[in-house]
């Protein structure tokens, strides 16, 4: 089973710049999610989707950071304008919608630089 | 979800048993005690969960106490691939992604 995939790895961009990442999930996988990890610390979710409607972005910052998942598949993370304290990894991840204790399968991250 | 405590840093030998301990002393009758590990450079993956009673599988096992307020994962024979930063989360099962990931514990394996 192919995981989830993000592109692109590695992304460097000015502050003020925007920047936009994607993730295709899991085939079949009905949740998807974004999270932020700052350089040593855990990873800080951002914004969750049930199919193509959003469950909580209650931790997305709005003024800044926009997500949304077409069609219930893929997604794409949108940051205009970026800050320098926007430099962090965004990972990916999804889980299947099924009853009883699932797990979330997360992709490999992009890593934003804010210069 | 509960708040967990996990130290920050463990080293171990390689092919000895790491014990990473995980306090969650505020978990709630329905919530689960997951671990997940993240290697450098890489997404977290998922280890094992469990409710109350013990559990184990390819990768490690997980020893919960008898009052929940802590647990053990334990990674039988570390290897140097089991370097990794080792997060233990609380939470309901019904929203796999959802979690409250703390800083983690970075276990070393030294040869």
């Known amino acids: 089973e192919a995981g989830v995939a993000q592109s692109p790895r590695y992304k460097i961009i000015e502050k003020r710049q925007s920047v936009a990442f994607w993730c295709n999930p899991i085939s079949g996988h009905a949740t998807l999610y974004w999270y932020q990890q700052i350089l040593g610390q855990g990873p800080k979710l951002l914004i969750q989707?049930?199919?193509?409607?959003?469950?909580?972005d209650s931790q997305l910052p709005k003024d800044r950071f926009s997500a949304e998942r077409l069609k219930g598949v893929d997604s794409t993370l949108k940051i205009q304008p970026a800050k320098l304290e926007d430099s962090a990894v965004y990972l990916c991840?999804?889980?299947?919608?099924?009853?009883?204790?699932?797990?979330?399968?997360f992709g490999q991250g992009t890593r934003l630089t804010v210069v | 979800d509960a708040k967990t405590t996990q130290p920050p840093s463990m080293d171990c030998a390689e092919g000895r048993a790491a014990n990473l301990p995980c306090n969650h002393s505020?978990?709630?009758?329905?919530?689960?005690v997951y671990w997940y590990r993240q290697i450098h450079s890489q997404g977290p993956q998922y280890i094992i969960h469990?409710?109350?009673n013990n559990e184990t599988n390819e990768m490690a096992s997980l020893i919960i106490t008898e009052d929940r307020k802590s647990s053990t994962l334990i990674l039988p024979h570390a290897t140097l691939r089991d370097t990794a930063v080792y997060y233990c989360i609380v939470r309901v099962d019904t929203n796999a992604g959802k979690s409250t990931f703390g800083d983690g514990t970075t276990l070393t394996v030294k040869p």
């Open positions: 505020t978990i709630s009758g329905n919530e689960y």
């Open positions: 991840a999804s889980s299947p919608r099924r009853r009883g204790n699932t797990e979330a399968f």
């Open positions: 469990g409710l109350k």
């Open positions: 989707f049930q199919n193509n409607g959003v469950v909580d």
